[in-house]
């Protein structure tokens, strides 16, 4: 069985599963981040996939799986998963969790931009701001191609981004916000700060994670890079791609999309 996989730069986080899996935490092991509010968020991205993956039946594809937070809790479901990311280290933590579990599911080291895997698949998602990776509207377009190549008849393409506000966007790049605070097991609580400059021309806002402990204050810092993408851009990057918006939402229990929202949460079909 071959795969296609393409260069593409990966986001320090993607190199450190352990870190990463305290911010993004799998449900069950939510208890580490402080924040109410973030830890229901949590809890309903995975019933949101969940729901998506059992309704859509048949082959699921997983595009930046990551470190296996939604994969794995599908698959324990009987759902035939696949899941897929550039990150070796990550897809490497998502088997081991998966072999915890006692759940066969199938990891692939792939370029969300181009790839090619065996088969169609029913349902393909990208969860948790993962689209915004994708820095251009080539690599966009791209991977809509893909992810339209490998969908089955009546196959639905989902997918959440945050919704840009202004207010953020316009914030002092040089001064520091309190992303979230967790709890490390060797560190005791941590806390994420980040500052960010927001390109206009480019709709790309460049970001700067401080981790910081009381005895170790800033003991690692990541720079990373997410492209903004607008409602009504959206629509036309979407239609470009050959797809159809069905339904956006603007949280995970299914709220309508409107200004306010925070997310954007897109269930589309590939045009006929």
Known sequence: ???????????????EPDLYDLLFSHPRDSASVNDVVRREKIIASERFYLDEAKQAGGHVLELACGSGRLTVPI????????????SGSMLDAAQAKA????VP??????DMRRFVLPGRFSDIFIAGNSLLHLLTIEDLTQCFAS???????????????????LRRLARDPNQRYCVLQ?????????TLEETAEYDTVTQI???RWYFSASTAPDFRVIDYHLRMIF??????????GGFRLETRYGEFPREPFESSSPRQICICCAKS
């Open 205 to 207: 806002r460049h970001i």
């Open 99 to 102: 072999s915890a579990a006692g």
């Open 147 to 165: 992810v339209r190549h490998h969908l089955a008849p009546r196959g639905r393409f989902v997918f959440d981004i945050s919704n840009p506000d």
């Open 1 to 15: 069985m071959g795969y296609f996989i393409c260069a593409m730069q990966e986001c320090p986080l993607y190199s």
């Open 75 to 86: 698959a324990q479901t009987g759902v035939d998963i696949v899941g897929a990311d550039l």
């Open 105 to 110: 599911v199938e990891f692939v080291q792939v």
């Open 182 to 190: 967790v709890n490390h097991p060797q560190r005791g609580e941590v």
């Open 231 to 240: 409602p009504q851009e959206l629509l036309l990057l979407l239609e470009a």
